[in-house]
């Protein structure tokens, strides 16, 4: 079955400590893949997206992530957080080419907690 | 880019009334689109896919005759929870697909008293 699990459910960091949030996937054929951050009270937003090429991929406000496909990983990454970082994310998959096809299968998120 | 405007943002309402959650998308054509349901701690769960023009497509275990799923133009689909109760409390997301990927209404908070 089609699934993606995010590894930490909780994660607390001080300003300027590294992030990195796992994600693995289970997807049969061509994935497409995105993290997404959610601000309190606001709606999900777009950090980064993997459709094919690079398997490093950056996204807006200093995150990346890395498309591992042995590893079925795509590991969202920041070299130093803001507080203002604090928000849930979310891995989400989706099968075929060119980033639109099908639905969204979601990670049950990852709450980041950014300590001034 | 793409915006999805989704209505209203939090209700409550009695058990055995019905619900209608409103979703517009503002500066594109939405064909497709995706109705979420998230529970607590949990991930978002698909509930239908509904084509403009056409019957949603709902996932297993989800009630068509309970959610009810109208996508009559590009911009607008509903999702209409009929007879509510205090277990469909829940965070219900619209989502649409868009030229490069998807795109999300802000969600709405559902508290059936």
């Known amino acids: 079955a089609q699934s993606v699990s995010q590894h930490n459910h909780h994660v607390i960091l001080s300003e300027a400590a590294s992030l990195e949030l796992g994600c693995n996937y289970s997807?049969?054929?061509?994935?497409?893949l995105f993290w997404y951050v959610q601000y309190p009270g606001q709606h999900l937003q777009l950090l980064l997206k993997?459709?094919?090429?690079?398997?490093l991929v950056k996204g807006i406000k200093g995150f990346e992530a890395e498309f591992i496909k042995s590893k079925f990983s795509f590991n969202l990454r920041k070299p130093s957080v803001q507080w203002s970082d604090t928000a849930e994310y979310f891995c989400?998959?989706?099968?075929?080419?060119?980033?639109?096809?099908?639905?969204?299968?979601f990670g049950k998120g990852t709450k980041l907690s950014v300590k001034p | 880019g793409a915006v999805v405007s989704q209505h209203p943002s939090w209700v409550i309402c009695k058990s055995g009334t019905s619900v209608k959650i409103e979703c517009r998308s503002l500066?594109?054509?939405?064909?497709?689109m995706f109705w979420y349901r998230q529970f607590p701690k949990q991930s978002l769960m698909l509930m239908a896919t509904?084509?403009?023009?056409?019957?949603?497509?709902?996932e297993q275990g989800v009630e068509k005759d309970k959610f009810l799923i109208n996508h009559a133009s590009l911009t607008l689909s509903t999702l209409t929870v009929t007879s509510a109760h205090p277990e469909d409390s829940s965070f219900y997301i619209c989502?649409?697909?868009?030229?490069?990927?998807?795109?999300f209404g802000s969600g709405t908070r559902l508290t059936v008293v």
């Open positions: 989502s649409a697909r868009t030229g490069s990927g998807y795109t």
């Open positions: 500066d594109f054509q939405a064909t497709t």
């Open positions: 997807y049969g054929g061509t994935v497409n």
């Open positions: 989400a998959v989706s099968g075929g080419y060119g980033g639109s096809q099908g639905n969204l299968i």
């Open positions: 509904s084509n403009e023009g056409s019957k949603a497509t709902y």
């Open positions: 993997y459709f094919s090429g690079d398997p």
